[in-house]
């Protein structure tokens, strides 16, 4: 389907995204679909990733060659930092794949561009100095991206970093948590769902905040050690 898709557009396409949140890496096909993509399309494709992988020098070239941009995200200078937002993930292994594409982009010749994208919270705060040096001394852009948190303690020391919407969104959702909480109809059993093919959004505690603490990007799922 995808290989359709292309040929019947691709002559058309100037910018194709080809993820939405989540790990790509993940999809073991995904640079299969960029290669194919890259030689039958004009068009530009970036990708946001955790690089948290092993990658070998073939798919090191695919990426440096196909993707006008890349951004590696990395949340602190130190394992004990950055883990703490993006669990399981090695620091080193995610440093170590930044270089080496950072090479091949400059042993290709290419116009692939590179970006550092840094969640900042509390505990990271205080490294983003350092961050910003070791970003200077490799030639990359350093990108610091306000996040939404779980909790006002993980809020960085400096306003500025906080999300305007923060405080708005927070009460939002709690509302919606305490309204879920306090109906008094009980939510359809997973049995009863699967019977009659129900989903009762308005009164399930249990689906319907979870469902609206993802649309607002409260929570996150980390997924590491893709190969």
């Known amino acids: 389907d995808f290989k359709r898709i ?4 691709g002559q058309y396409l100037y910018y194709l995204v080809l993820f939405r949140g989540g790990e790509s890496f993940m999809n073991k096909r995904f640079l299969n679909m960029v290669e194919y993509a890259y030689e039958n399309t004009g068009a530009k494709m970036n990708i946001s990733t955790n690089f948290s992988f092993g990658l070998s020098d073939t798919q090191l070239e695919i990426i440096a060659q196909c993707f006008s941009l890349v951004d590696v995200c990395l949340d602190g200078v130190t394992q004990e930092t950055h883990s703490q937002n993006r669990i399981g ?11 080496k594409l950072r090479e091949k982009v400059h042993d290709l010749n290419s116009e692939c561009y590179i970006r550092w994208r840094f969640v900042v919270f509390k505990f990271n705060e205080h490294e983003i100095e350092n961050a910003q040096q070791i970003a200077d ?3 990359i852009e350093l990108v610091l991206v306000k996040a939404f948190v779980p909790e006002k303690s993980w ?4 306003k500025e970093l906080w999300r305007e919407d923060y405080i708005e969104k927070q009460e939002e959702v709690k509302k919606e948590i305490s309204e879920a909480d306090s109906s008094e109809e009980p939510a359809p059993s ?5 019977q009659d093919g129900s989903k009762n959004e308005s009164t399930s505690p249990i689906i319907q905040p979870q469902e609206r603490f993802i649309s607002h990007r ?5 997924l590491y050690g893709a190969t």
């Open 137 to 139: 001394d490799l030639g």
């Open 218 to 222: 409260k929570n996150c799922i980390w």
């Open 89 to 99: 993930s090695q620091y080193d292994k995610v440093f170590q794949n930044l270089l």
């Open 190 to 194: 997973i049995i009863q769902m699967q």
């Open 6 to 9: 292309i040929d019947e557009v």
């Open 155 to 158: 809020l960085p020391e400096n």
